[in-house]
């Protein structure tokens, strides 16, 4: 294993194991959670907004190293920003951050952003909901 691989193996398993976004909120405003059920990867997430920024997210994650990774990485590319900025966030974004492109695992990398993107805006559509709001990844995502 090259330097560059073996030093995003070691940052993807940081991220996956040892995220200070890794819990559940005590009062968020909203939670969700969802899956990919052809590899059986699951993320819930308890989700605080305010004033239209997202103040504080957490998030339970099981499945393969990337999925749990990519949770770990989105809580910091997603605090204090606003709501239409975590919308524009995609695989760029989470391949610079975890150091590695996923050409054969792109669901994997985006479950946890897609579930989060998703319980956005059925939150943006029923504000007064706190769900949980369900979300499975679709067939085409990263497609």
Do not use: W
């Amino acid at each position: 294993m090259n330097d560059d691989r073996a030093l995003a193996a070691e940052l993807m398993q940081e991220y996956a194991e040892n995220s200070p976004f890794h819990g559940v909120l005590s009062t968020p405003t909203f939670s969700v959670e969802g899956g990919n059920p052809a590899c059986g990867d699951k993320i819930s997430m308890t989700v605080k907004l305010e004033d239209g920024l997202v103040k504080e997210a957490k998030f339970i994650a099981h499945g393969c190293l990337i999925s749990r990774a990519a949770a770990g990485l989105m809580g910091e590319l997603i605090e204090n920003k606003s709501v239409e900025q975590v919308l524009g966030l995609g695989i760029k974004e989470l391949e610079q951050g975890l150091g590695a492109e996923f050409r054969s695992r792109v669901k994997c990398v985006l479950l946890p952003l897609h579930v989060l993107q998703e319980g956005l805006k059925q939150h943006q559509k029923n504000p007064i909901c706190a769900g949980p709001f369900h979300v499975l990844v679709p067939r085409n995502l990263g497609m």
